[in-house]
């Protein structure tokens, strides 16, 4: 699946944390998303990726330069839930 098609799927993006449930319930909604279009482990950062938007995407940016990788959905899971308000 391209980053195309995924945008295509119309997922809400994510541009910065107002709630946390919001937060939350968007990692939950990438997590079902991911399993459901059968997106490869090694596609999925970058599929979620394409859904940050200001904030997000310049905090993410900066974060992923600093982890080891491979960088992986669940690793991606791991820091995104360490950095929830």
């Known amino acids: 699946m391209k980053i195309s098609d995924f945008?295509?799927?119309q997922q809400a993006t994510?541009?910065?944390?107002?709630?946390?449930l919001d937060a939350e319930q968007w990692l939950?909604?990438?997590t079902n998303l991911l399993k459901a279009t059968h997106v490869p482990e090694e596609y999925?950062?970058?599929m979620v990726k394409a859904q940050l938007m200001g904030m997000a995407k310049t905090w993410w940016l900066a974060e992923e330069e600093r982890l080891e990788k491979?960088?992986?959905w669940r690793s991606t899971l791991r820091v995104l839930r360490e950095v929830l308000p």
């Not at 994510?14 to 946390?20: G, H, N």
């Open 7 to 9: 945008k295509r799927l």
């Open 44 to 46: 999925q950062v970058e």
């Open 70 to 72: 491979p960088i992986t």
């Open 14 to 20: 994510f541009a910065c944390i107002r709630k946390l």
């Open 28 to 30: 939950i909604d990438m």
